[in-house]
């Protein structure tokens, strides 16, 4: 099982990143998926989250109206859009897949907001 998430990197206040993690080694399609991210010092936080039934998403209030957690269930892959990026988004954002009592990590990405 592997999750791979990338798009990570520097930017500017008001800007924008779109994050991606591609699954393997698991039925994908079978899994919620959800956008964690933690700040320097900070615990661990869920951002965003797109359940398996129905293409339902739930965000963090922090993040509602900014960012979009969306998937592609072909490709493996869940993507989170984040625009009007503050400074306080800094983290490294981690993708989850949990289903069927089981729950794998991504590596993380860093993002980081700064002017």
């Known amino acids: 099982v592997q999750l791979v998430e990338s798009g990570g990197g520097l930017v500017q206040p008001g800007g924008s990143l779109r994050l991606s993690c591609a699954g393997s080694g698991f039925t994908f399609s079978n899994y919620d998926m959800s956008w964690h991210r933690q700040a320097p010092g900070k615990e661990r936080e869920l951002v965003a989250v797109t359940f398996n039934a129905y293409g339902i998403t739930d965000y963090a209030d922090s993040v509602k109206g900014r960012f979009t957690i969306s998937r592609d269930n072909a490709k493996k892959t869940v993507y989170l859009q984040m625009n009007s990026l503050k400074l306080e988004d800094t983290a490294v954002y981690y993708c989850?897949?949990?289903?069927?009592?089981?729950?794998?990590w991504g590596q993380g990405t860093q993002v980081t907001v700064s002017s």
């Open positions: 989850k897949a949990i289903g069927g009592g089981f729950e794998y």
